[in-house]
């Protein structure tokens, strides 16, 4: 009963990424030797702050509660929101082992991380708790589709998941950090999110807009609106205007096609309510949350890096906070609207190619588009493709972001549907870019022979971890003798400009 107890108050606090946060404060505020007031103060603020950006989050999501609800409703689809949150209440609600099994391959990813920081030249410490618990899940329940069981199988799951957890913290914010340097004008804070592949595949489309323009493109921070539209320079004013012509469109269409009273029936209005007015609370509700958002963004940032200066430099030196995508949204606030609608545009589009799916295999789902996904996601992805490529950047960036988090679920539900599964982990409609990692265990479905299976999988991870620490040890040998050779080249230079004086 008491080791119960205990095993649910620790899943609580690493899986909760405000204390998770908080304690890094705390232990870096104590590491710089500051006062009992000031380590009070840091962790209170980054815990808070962190809190506070949480529940920008939440304002968010609830000014789209009925988004997805009116949406299926106007053009009668019967499909699959992705939302990553959702898959993982129903996984950790149907399936309780994946909760735990999840915890521990994620304690297992953050020790692989910290030790993978301190002993090679990789300093990225991976600092969104709440994104790694949904990819341990994620990881999990993928081993359990493909016949892994609990029971027996506990000691593999934990070791596969583990190891690949303890890689992906390590390289996805390492191949962000081109572009969060462009982003940030520093290299002191890196990327941490399930939305990283996207990321990089944005940076890269803005990086080939670049070079196909010569260098001449165009930020979208340096958009002319004219004077009479001065007032769209403010942020939140625009994400408000923005907004609000959406749900114009998507409200006002739902209560012509489906009328008043089934706005009713849903719980949406009252019986004395307006759609209108409801309409234009949502709207504003939305930049209310990206204001609030922005503030907690503000104030971890303010706590937190100094903070992780002292962890850095006590455990990892040189080491780098990776944090959540919304990181990097005051740095273009422009280009964050911006990639949300062509994020949510591409989702669309996709959508219909679902559609013709389903309409050829009856097994087959549609793919709604899930508006916190292409919002987060298509935000952070236009802001990397503006990085390099401007407005272009931005714009194809995210839209190819919206066609991959559209595509990434289908999969995942298509191989849930396999006859030779050997368990049913129904609508693992994840999201992100990076959840295709799980999709490279899920094509183990396709085997008939579950023994070979756990093996297989379990040897080719070992394996797979075995290179990453070859390669990073010999990279980081590779650079400490380039280094040695350049210091002793300065030596002997230094040497050389010396002799004439020391002759005389």
Request: proline content about 3%.
């Amino acid at each position: 009963m008491v080791w119960n107890e205990f095993l649910y108050f620790f899943r609580a606090l690493i899986g909760t990424p405000a204390i998770l946060i908080g304690i890094f404060g705390m232990i870096g505020s104590m590491l710089q030797r500051k006062t009992i007031s000031q380590v009070i103060i840091a962790t209170i603020k980054t815990i808070t702050g962190f809190l506070i950006l949480g529940g920008g989050a939440s304002i968010i999501i609830t000014s789209l509660n009925h988004f997805d609800t009116i949406f299926e409703a106007i053009f009668n689809l019967q499909g699959v929101v992705p939302n990553n949150e959702g898959v993982f209440g129903i996984l950790i609600e149907s399936f309780p082992q994946i909760a735990t099994t999840a915890s521990l391959i994620m304690i297992l990813g953050m020790v692989c991380n910290i030790l993978l920081a301190k002993f090679t030249q990789f300093k990225y410490v991976f600092l969104s708790g709440h994104v790694l618990f949904y990819m341990s899940a994620m990881l999990a329940a993928a081993m359990f589709q493909i016949g892994f069981v609990f029971q027996t199988d506990w000691w593999m799951i934990i070791i596969i998941g583990g190891l690949f957890m303890g890689m992906y913290m390590i390289l996805t914010p390492l191949m962000c950090q081109k572009y969060m340097k462009s982003i940030t004008k520093t290299d002191d804070i890196a990327m941490a999110h399930t939305g990283s592949l996207g990321y990089v595949l944005a940076g890269l489309i803005g990086s080939g807009i670049s070079r196909i323009k010569k260098g001449k493109v165009k930020s979208t921070e340096d958009i002319n609106f004219p004077k009479g539209l001065a007032f769209l320079r403010n942020g939140n004013v625009s994400v408000a205007i923005t907004m609000f012509f959406i749900f114009s469109i998507l409200y006002i269409a739902g209560w012509a096609v489906l009328g008043r009273s089934w706005f009713i029936s849903q719980d949406i209005i009252g019986e004395e309510g307006s759609v209108i007015i409801e309409m234009i609370i949502r709207a504003f509700t939305f930049a209310a949350g990206m204001e609030v958002v922005l503030f907690g963004v503000r104030t971890v940032l303010g706590e937190l890096l100094p903070a992780f200066k002292g962890i850095s430099d006590k455990w990892v030196k040189d080491g780098k906070a990776a944090l959540d995508c919304p990181i990097v949204f005051p740095y273009a606030p422009n280009a964050v609207y911006i990639g949300f609608l062509s994020s949510l545009t591409a989702g669309i589009l996709t959508m219909g190619l679902t559609i013709w799916w389903a309409n050829i295999i009856p097994s087959a789902v549609v793919i709604l588009p899930g508006i916190i996904a292409h919002f987060f996601t298509g935000a952070t992805a236009g802001v990397f493709g503006n990085a390099k490529g401007g407005i272009l950047g931005a714009i194809f960036g995210s839209f190819v972001n919206g066609i991959i988090i559209t595509l990434v679920p289908l999969i995942f539900i298509m191989l849930s549907l396999i006859p030779s599964s050997s368990n049913n982990v129904e609508n693992m409609s994840w999201g992100d870019s990076d959840y295709i990692f799980g999709l490279l265990i899920g094509l183990f479905t396709f085997f008939s022979n579950p023994i070979l299976i756990k093996w297989l999988v379990f040897g080719i991870w070992v394996f797979i971890f075995i290179i990453f620490i070859v390669a990073c040890q010999t990279k980081y040998w590779l650079d400490v003798k380039n280094k040695k050779i350049i210091r002793m080249s300065k030596a002997e230079k230094q040497e050389k400009k010396q002799e004439p004086k020391n002759k005389e």
